[in-house]
């Protein structure tokens, strides 16, 4: 088999959070689709969609999970925050309302995941759409909340186009490194090849082989500039070793 077949893609889950109208869709659809819609269509319940990008000359395919704002609809997307890498959280610059509520998304996405050590794996984007528009929320204060609270900000307008596209290339690499520096953390506090690899005692050269290549996509020092992988390459190459020859 070749070997560029053998790479699987990284896959990687978005989500958008925010109130109504806000412009989550259409900002996914500027990035996505290069255009806007000036109507409103409020998303209902959730729109999904996928898209592949580059990222450090790796392939990633984003699953994108557009959630719909209003509150009606929370018992439909409420399911949809587990095992999300990276969120969108937008308010709209000329509405206050869309700014104060951004703590109460926060909630959400912490009471959704559920786990404290997921969320602060989860990397964050604050967008301040709209900027095309007469604003009621100065740059200082958007930028002051998402500081804070140690997320990137972005001013953005899904009209024109601004920010947009640097957003988005901003939190996918934010999602891979936090997976690196998950299987980073992992692999050093393992205590056994086993855990190390992730597999089963007894498990099979098979089983041994691809849960090494997993691993060894995201940390390959070719790959990765997440700090320590290359040493959890080395403990990573060890354990496949060491399981190997216990394989029959
Ligand atoms: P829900 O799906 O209901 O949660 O709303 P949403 O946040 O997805 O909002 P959507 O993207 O549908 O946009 C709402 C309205 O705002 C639409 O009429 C858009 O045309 C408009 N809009 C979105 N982004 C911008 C922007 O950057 N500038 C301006 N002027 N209008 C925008
Ligand atoms: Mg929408």
Not at 108 to 115: F, Y
Not at 173 to 190: H, M, P, R, T
Request: aromatic letters at 8%; one cysteine or more.
């Amino acid at each position: 088999m070749e070997m560029g077949k053998m790479k699987k893609s990284l896959r990687i889950k978005i989500i958008s959070m925010g109130n109504a109208e806000v412009g989550k869709s259409c900002i996914i659809k500027r990035y996505c689709e290069k255009r806007f819609v000036h109507k409103y269509l409020a998303t209902i319940g959730i729109d999904y969609g996928v898209t592949k990008v580059n990222i450090r000359d790796k392939e990633v395919k984003v699953n994108i999970f557009d959630m719909a704002g209003h509150p009606i609809f929370y018992e439909v997307r409420n399911e949809f925050y587990k095992d999300t890498q990276g969120a969108i959280i937008v308010f709209d610059v000329s509405d206050r309302n869309s700014f104060e509520a951004l703590d109460s998304w926060l909630l959400e996405l912490q009471n959704e995941v559920g786990n404290q050590s997921e969320v602060d794996n989860i990397a964050v984007c604050v967008c301040a759409n709209k900027t095309d528009k007469k604003r009621v929320v100065d740059e200082s204060e958007g930028r002051i909340w998402a500081d804070t609270r140690g997320y990137h900000y972005f001013e953005t307008s899904a009209q024109t186009g601004e920010g947009v596209t640097e957003m988005f290339q901003n939190l996918f690499e934010g999602v891979v490194s936090a997976d690196q520096v998950e299987a980073i953390q992992k692999l050093k506090a393992a205590r056994s090849d086993y855990e190390r690899l992730g597999v089963q005692l007894g498990a099979s050269k098979d089983e041994v082989n691809k849960a090494y290549r997993k691993l060894a996509v995201l940390l390959h020092p070719d790959k990765s500039v997440a700090p320590g992988s290359e040493e959890a390459f080395k403990l990573l190459v060890a354990a496949r070793t060491t399981l190997l020859k216990k394989c029959s």
